[in-house]
T-cell receptor
């Protein structure tokens, strides 16, 4: 069974640009969540989708957005990039509706560098 | 919202010794507490979890304890081996309404010296 796949794995952007990251969950998983990982802040929750609906959103500015498609694949977008957006963006999928009955499976991440 | 504090931030132990990582959480409604291990350059992977109706759970050399009254939980690794070297994250999740959202601690970098 294929794991969570994230693309692209690495990308370099300049300030002011926008970026779209993609996540394909494990087959059958309907929940997809996104986390930002930085050395100083650890793993910060961005948002979570279940059956195309955003159920939770973290404390990030409106420049961070996402969506989920009917096949459960998800994308996140960051507009007007800032230097501080440089981070590893991790996607995670889960089979269950809530964590009381299922675990998160992480992808390898998309490493974004903003120059 | 939920806040999770994790200590220590770094931990160096001799091979064969035990390692203990402690976390505290703020939301008394949290009822699911997983631990993830992230090796260098790899993705985080679940190693053990505990739910609020259980006080302790063991899986071979690792164990987790939960004190709901004090709102803290700990990871214990016994007989540490070099392959235990990694960053460990604790996390907490609330009631079902929270969906699949985890609030993570800041991480503990564990180094096992041979």
């Amino acid at each position: 069974k294929a794991g969570v796949t994230q693309t692209p794995r690495y990308l370099i952007k300049t300030r002011g640009q926008q970026v779209t990251l993609s996540c394909s969950p494990i087959s059958g998983h309907r929940s997809v969540s996104w986390y930002q990982q930085t050395p100083g802040q650890g793993l910060q929750f961005l948002f979570e989708y279940f059956s195309e609906t955003q159920r939770n959103k973290g404390n990030f500015p409106g420049r961070f957005s996402g969506r989920q498609f009917s096949n459960s694949r998800s994308e996140m977008n960051v507009s007007t990039l800032e230097l501080g957006d440089s981070a590893l963006y991790l996607c995670a999928s889960s089979l269950r509706r809530d964590l009381n009955t299922g675990e998160l499976f992480f992808g390898e991440g998309s490493r974004l560098t903003v120059l | 919202g939920e806040n999770v504090e994790q200590h220590p931030s770094t931990l160096s132990v001799q091979e064969g010794d035990s390692a203990v990582i402690k976390c505290t959480y703020s939301d008394s409604a949290s009822n699911y507490f997983p631990w993830y291990k992230q090796e260098l350059g790899k993705r985080p992977q679940l190693i053990i979890d505990i739910r609020s109706n259980v006080g302790e759970k063991k899986d071979q050399r690792i164990a987790v304890t939960l004190n709901k009254t004090a709102k803290h939980f700990s990871l214990h690794i016994t007989e540490t081996q070099p392959e235990d070297s990694a960053v460990y994250f604790c996390a907490a999740s609330g009631f079902k309404a929270a969906g699949n959202k985890l609030t993570f601690g800041g991480g503990t970098r564990v180094l096992v010296k041979p």
